[in-house]
């Protein structure tokens, strides 16, 4: 008898033992898991967040935070459609979450469906009103419709609320030379790299800005600059 219980819990030990080990195990995992989800390489991104998916095991705000990470590493693959299902699925359990209109914005925005976009960035300004990336990517969609004066007023706005914001003054810049303001628009550049002065995208439309004014000197340096310095702002 005294055999027969030693046999038993020492069967019982092992059992517990071997819990405890899976129990690590999937605790080890979960968090590589996690690290991977959180990381800045797009494709280890999605594997990581994915395989936390697909588990089943998360929920609420967790299980909302790893489809919106996934969606945000989508959208920088350039895969706009995967990005737009994720972000959907974040609204879905967030409907109060500005960020994850924001974003579903910008998918729909690199995809050319710019009413969507301007919807999606209406709802994350009204559910986050000094939202200054909301605005100036709406001032973006509404330039991308010609509706050049409403992009002006949303890029303005952007600025109004982050003063130091370079890629609204650009943006804006972009806007002002589409309505023939020249000047305007030079002076936005020009603000914009004094904010920060590796901006390659405002060089080279200060260059364009500045041929189009007669200045083909001052617009070759521009343009060269940005050719030298930043060759993706010029394709």
């Known amino acids: 008898m005294k055999m027969n219980i030693f ?7 092992l059992n517990h033992a ?3 080990e899976a129990d690590k195990a999937v605790a080890q995992t979960k968090a590589q898991n996690m690290a991977r989800c959180a990381g800045h390489d797009a ?7 994915s395989a936390l998916i697909q588990s089943g095991q998360e929920t609420g705000a967790t299980l909302a935070a790893l489809y919106q990470r996934r969606g945000i590493a989508y959208h920088n693959k350039g895969l706009a459609d995967e990005a737009i299902a994720d ?21 729909y925005l690199a995809k050319g469906l710019v009413d969507q976009a301007i919807a999606d960035y209406t709802q994350a300004i009204a559910l986050k009103p000094g939202y200054a990336e ?4 709406r001032g973006v969609a509404y330039g991308n419709k010609g509706q050049v004066d409403q992009a002006i007023a949303d890029e303005t706005r952007a600025i109004a609320l982050q003063p130091d914001f370079a890629e609204a003054y650009c ?34 439309n200060r260059g364009q800005a500045k ?3 007669g200045d083909l000197a001052g617009g070759n340096a521009d343009v060269a600059w940005a050719t030298q310095n930043d060759p993706n702002s010029v394709k």
Request: one cysteine or more; aromatic letters at 12%.
């Open 211 to 213: 041929r189009a004014k």
């Open 171 to 204: 943006d804006r810049g972009i806007a002002y030379k589409s309505k023939g303001l020249i000047d305007q628009a030079i002076a936005d550049y020009t603000k914009a790299i004094a904010l920060q002065p590796d901006y390659g995208r405002a060089y080279y």
């Open 7 to 13: 046999l038993l819990c020492s069967a019982l030990m």
């Open 87 to 107: 972000q959907t699925a974040v609204i879905a359990l967030k409907p109060e979450y500005a960020r994850a209109y924001y974003d579903r914005g910008e998918a």
């Open 134 to 137: 909301a605005y100036s990517d």
């Open 43 to 49: 494709d280890i991104s999605i594997v990581g967040c």
């Open 18 to 20: 071997a819990a405890a």
